[in-house]
């Protein structure tokens, strides 16, 4: 089967986690009518390699035979659980970020899980999913098991592009899978004179929420007209973004966030040090680059009424 610009790609290593957004991918491929591309990467034996030499050999036959081996039993998951979902495998000569950002392209969205094996699992988290959500085009979604599967959809906004092109993503999301949305605004109680902090008053902070929370409606409104069967709800909220975020992603289902923004949120999701520590919400998280400001004109008036 070709890969077509509207499949999912998921990345896999036989680990559980892998398991984990093998299953999400499987599930959302049969929602949304696409294909899936399954994709594992074997390492080569350091980053020089260039093919030659008889010394590797015998690992890298090993380590592709059991490349092989788990994508033909991933393979063979995707069609127990969504039978429909035409299966693409890929095995790959390459580092793991790379084999990703290479593929990515030609989908459109790349799903990887939480942790992986062996080195990977110490590092995977930071080196391989964080490079490709730095990095990739496409959204990137990072799975792991959520405390509340039937939860809402939780998106962050900060009043940016990227902010936007999320809440597109997480209203997609949030009509496909039948949940509820909550848009949440985080801000942060205090104010600068130039020579640190002040303390705002009673009356500011209500004013500084009642504003918060009337963008985040107007945001709200336009999705609202053209998908009447959204359930959406908006949330102004002091506190620094991760924190609240992190707290409201205990009773999601999905997080989605833009990769570039406005003020802390924006500087949450750029800074590598800050996405790390995202990783501790307690919900899959879907990271979506900006494409366009327009938040009513991402998708054609018919996208999701056949939802």
Do not use: K, N
Not at 286 to 292: C, E, F, L, N
Request: aromatic share 4%; hydrophobic share 45%; charged share 20%.
């Amino acid at each position: 089967m070709a890969v077509g610009a509207t499949d999912l790609l998921v990345a896999v290593d036989g680990s559980a986690d892998s398991g984990h957004a093998l299953e999400w991918a499987a599930r959302e491929a049969a929602l949304r009518q696409c294909g899936l591309v399954v994709l594992s990467a074997v390492q080569p034996p350091y980053s020089g390699w260039a093919g030659g030499g008889s010394t590797f050999g015998p690992q890298l036959e090993a380590a592709g035979l059991r490349t092989s081996q788990v994508l033909e039993e991933a393979a063979a998951r995707v069609r127990e659980l969504e039978p429909r979902v035409e299966v693409t495998t890929q095995q790959v000569l390459d580092g793991a970020a790379h084999a990703i950002l290479e593929a990515a392209p030609g989908v459109a969205q790349v799903v990887v899980g939480a942790h992986g094996h062996g080195r990977l699992e110490r590092l995977l988290a930071g080196s391989v999913s964080m490079h490709v959500v730095a990095h990739c085009e496409q959204p990137v979604v990072v799975v792991r098991p959520a405390a509340s599967p039937d939860g809402p959809v939780l998106v962050g906004l900060d009043g940016s592009a990227a902010s936007s092109e999320a809440l597109a993503y997480a209203v997609e999301a949030a009509v496909l899978h039948g949940r509820p949305l909550l848009a949440v605004h985080a801000w942060e109680d205090y104010a600068s004179d130039g020579s640190g902090a002040v303390e705002l008053s009673p009356d500011v902070l209500d004013e500084r929420s009642a504003e918060a929370t009337a963008s985040v409606e107007a945001e709200l409104a336009p999705w609202r007209q053209r998908q009447p069967q959204l359930q959406a709800a908006a949330l102004a909220e002091r506190g620094h973004p991760f924190e609240v975020l992190r707290r409201h992603s205990a009773a999601a289902s999905l997080l989605v966030l833009g990769s570039h923004g406005h003020s802390a949120l924006g500087r949450l999701v750029a800074g590598s040090t800050a996405m790390a520590a995202l990783y501790r919400a307690e919900c899959t998280i879907a990271v979506v680059r900006p494409r366009s400001a327009d938040p009513v004109g991402l998708l054609g008036p018919t996208d999701l009424d056949a939802v």
